[in-house]
């Protein structure tokens, strides 16, 4: 009998004791999905709505549309980006290789195809911080560059 419940309390040592592999997050999948933020200030009449979708293979789409306050129908697009990213510690550093933003200030948004192909000769890189539950991306300032304080993108699927 003693030996029967050694054996019994020594499993459930085992059980109780051993870590669940899938309790653990992998950096690499819990990073993938859609983090979205909606800047509401900048404009009386329109939201604008941006979005960074990470996705399998380190590809990234960025991308800022404009909706009518409070509103969920997009209007238009301010910039569509796409690149690659990598995950350094709990820092998401982002190249974006293509990019299609306005370029006329006078103008909001206009339909994705209507979107200029920007061609650049430099970098353009963005850095942000992950939080530890993979829900939140706050941007890094850049040295000697003026930010606003950083509102973070909220991780929405």
Known sequence: ???TLVLIM???VILVGCKNEDDELNPGQAILGIYQKTDREISDELDFVRIIELKQGQKVVAQSTA???GESEDLGYQYYYEGTYKLEDKVLVIDFTETFHLTDPDISYLPKVDLPEVSREYFFEDRYTVSED???LTFICPPNALCMPPTPFEKIN
């Open 134 to 136: 993979y829900q939140e």
């Open 67 to 69: 909706r009518n306050k």
């Open 10 to 12: 020594s499993l459930l």
């Open 1 to 3: 009998m003693k030996r």
